[in-house]
C-alpha cells in the first residue's frame, strides 16, 4: 500500500540509541520521523503479513496526515522526539524516569508528496524481522551489550526483569525461553541474543548501524547508511554513564564473558573489559 516515498522500518536493541537516531534521522530534510507510535499490542500474532499489512497501513495513514496537516502520533517529550526517553531524575525506587509519552506532534517544515517516512519500534520491529526487511527498509541500532545491560538495569522498563512482551507476544518460541529461565540476568542474556542473532540473519551488515559509530561521526554513519541528508553535529557517547552502577556493571560484565552470544560478531571481549574498567574509574556523563 505504498503511496509514494521512501519508507524505513528502524529497530534496535531497546536502549542502544534507537531513539537517538530516530530524532536525527526526522532533522533531515524532506523527512519525518515517528518514535514508536503504533500500538503495537493490537499486531496480529499469527500472521506476520496481516501484522505488516496494518504497517503498511500506519505508514500510510500518518503520511497522509502529515501531508494533509502536518500532524502525526508519536512518543514525544514536549511535542518533539526526544534524544532519550528517560531522563536523569530517578523515582522512589531509585529507577530513571521516563518523560516521553505517546500523542499528536506538529511537524513544522515543507514536506514534498514523496518525503521519506521512519517509524521506530524495537521489539515488535525486531520479532517481525524476517518479514518487515522485505517489505520495508529496514535498520538495525546495536551497542555495547555491557552497556545495554547497564541502561536495562537503570530505567523501569519490562527489559529491566528480562522480559519483552511486544517481542514475546510476536515470538512464542522467544516467550518459552524466557519462561524457562528463572535468573534475571540469565533472562536478559537471552534476550540480548535474540535481537543481535535476529539481525545477523535478516540484515545485511551495512544495514546495522552501531550506537558507538553514530555517535562518534556526529550523524554521519547514519546519513551514509540511509542516503538522509541528517545534520550532522557533536554527539556525547554515555556507555560509561554515571548513571550506571559501576559495581553492578562489573558482575554484568563478567556474566556476558562467560556465556556465548551472538553480540560476539559484533564486539569483542576487550570491548566489554574496556567499558567496565572505564565505569569503575568513574564512567562519564
Same mark, same amino acid.
Request: glycine share 10%.
Given at each position: 500500500?505504498?503511496? /509514494?516515498?521512501?519508507? *524505513?522500518?528502524?529497530?534496535?536493541?531497546?536502549?542502544?540509541?534507537?531513539?537517538?537516531?530516530?530524532?536525527?534521522?526526522?532533522?533531515?530534510?524532506?523527512?519525518?520521523?515517528?518514535?514508536?507510535?503504533?500500538?503495537?499490542?493490537?499486531?496480529?500474532?499469527?500472521?506476520?503479513?496481516?501484522?505488516?499489512?496494518?504497517?503498511?497501513?500506519? %505508514?500510510?495513514?500518518?503520511?497522509?496526515? #502529515?501531508?494533509?496537516?502536518?500532524?502525526?502520533?508519536?512518543?514525544?517529550?514536549?511535542?518533539?522526539?526526544?534524544?532519550?526517553?528517560?531522563?536523569?531524575?530517578?523515582?522512589?525506587?531509585?529507577?530513571?524516569?521516563?518523560?516521553?509519552?505517546?500523542?499528536?506532534?506538529? *511537524?513544522?517544515?515543507?514536506?514534498?508528496?514523496?518525503?521519506?517516512?521512519?517509524?521506530?519500534?524495537? +521489539?515488535? %520491529?525486531?520479532?517481525?524481522?524476517?518479514?518487515?526487511?522485505?517489505?520495508?527498509?529496514?535498520?538495525?541500532?546495536?551497542?555495547?551489550?555491557?552497556?545495554?545491560?547497564?541502561?536495562?538495569?537503570?530505567?523501569?522498563?519490562?527489559?529491566?526483569?528480562?522480559?519483552?512482551?511486544?517481542?514475546?507476544?510476536?515470538?512464542?518460541?522467544?516467550?518459552?525461553?524466557?519462561?524457562?529461565?528463572?535468573?534475571?540476568?540469565?533472562?536478559?542474556?537471552?534476550?540480548?541474543?535474540?535481537?543481535?542473532?535476529?539481525? +545477523?540473519?535478516?540484515?545485511?551488515?551495512?544495514? *546495522?548501524?552501531?550506537?558507538?559509530?553514530?555517535?562518534?561521526?556526529?550523524?554521519?554513519?547514519?546519513?551514509?547508511?540511509? /542516503?538522509?541528508?541528517?545534520?550532522?553535529?557533536?554527539?556525547?557517547?554515555?556507555?560509561?554513564?554515571?548513571?550506571?552502577?559501576?559495581?553492578?556493571?562489573?558482575? #554484568?560484565?563478567?556474566?556476558?564473558? +562467560? +556465556?556465548?552470544?551472538?553480540?560476539?560478531?559484533?564486539?569483542?571481549?576487550?570491548?566489554?573489559?574496556?567499558?567496565?574498567?572505564?565505569?569503575?574509574?568513574?564512567?562519564?556523563?
Amino acid at each position: 500500500m505504498n503511496t /509514494g516515498g521512501r519508507r *524505513i522500518a528502524l529497530t534496535g536493541v531497546p536502549r542502544s540509541g534507537t531513539t537517538l537516531c530516530c530524532r536525527l534521522l526526522g532533522e533531515a530534510d524532506n523527512a519525518v520521523a515517528l518514535f514508536e507510535p503504533m500500538e503495537v499490542e493490537r499486531l496480529p500474532q499469527d500472521d506476520p503479513e496481516a501484522a505488516l499489512d496494518m504497517i503498511d497501513a500506519f %505508514f500510510a495513514q500518518s503520511r497522509a496526515s #502529515l501531508l494533509a496537516q502536518g500532524r502525526a502520533i508519536s512518543n514525544h517529550v514536549g511535542g518533539a522526539v526526544p534524544d532519550n526517553p528517560f531522563g536523569h531524575q530517578r523515582g522512589t525506587d531509585g529507577q530513571r524516569i521516563r518523560q516521553a509519552h505517546r500523542g499528536e506532534i506538529r *511537524i513544522d517544515k515543507p514536506l514534498g508528496p514523496a518525503f521519506t517516512l521512519v517509524i521506530k519500534h524495537n +521489539a515488535a %520491529f525486531t520479532a517481525l524481522l524476517p518479514q518487515l526487511a522485505t517489505r520495508f527498509e529496514t535498520f538495525a541500532v546495536i551497542r555495547n551489550p555491557l552497556a545495554v545491560l547497564a541502561s536495562w538495569h537503570s530505567v523501569d522498563l519490562p527489559v529491566t526483569q528480562g522480559r519483552m512482551p511486544a517481542g514475546e507476544r510476536l515470538d512464542p518460541s522467544l516467550r518459552a525461553r524466557l519462561d524457562a529461565e528463572p535468573d534475571r540476568v540469565g533472562r536478559q542474556l537471552l534476550l540480548l541474543d535474540w535481537v543481535f542473532s535476529r539481525y +545477523a540473519a535478516y540484515l545485511p551488515p551495512e544495514r *546495522i548501524l552501531a550506537y558507538e559509530q553514530v555517535v562518534a561521526s556526529g550523524g554521519a554513519v547514519l546519513a551514509r547508511a540511509t /542516503g538522509l541528508a541528517v545534520p550532522c553535529r557533536p554527539l556525547e557517547e554515555r556507555n560509561a554513564s554515571r548513571l550506571y552502577d559501576a559495581g553492578q556493571c562489573r558482575g #554484568l560484565a563478567e556474566r556476558l564473558l +562467560a +556465556a556465548p552470544g551472538a553480540w560476539r560478531d559484533y564486539y569483542r571481549e576487550t570491548d566489554i573489559v574496556d567499558l567496565a574498567d572505564g565505569l569503575a574509574a568513574g564512567g562519564g556523563a
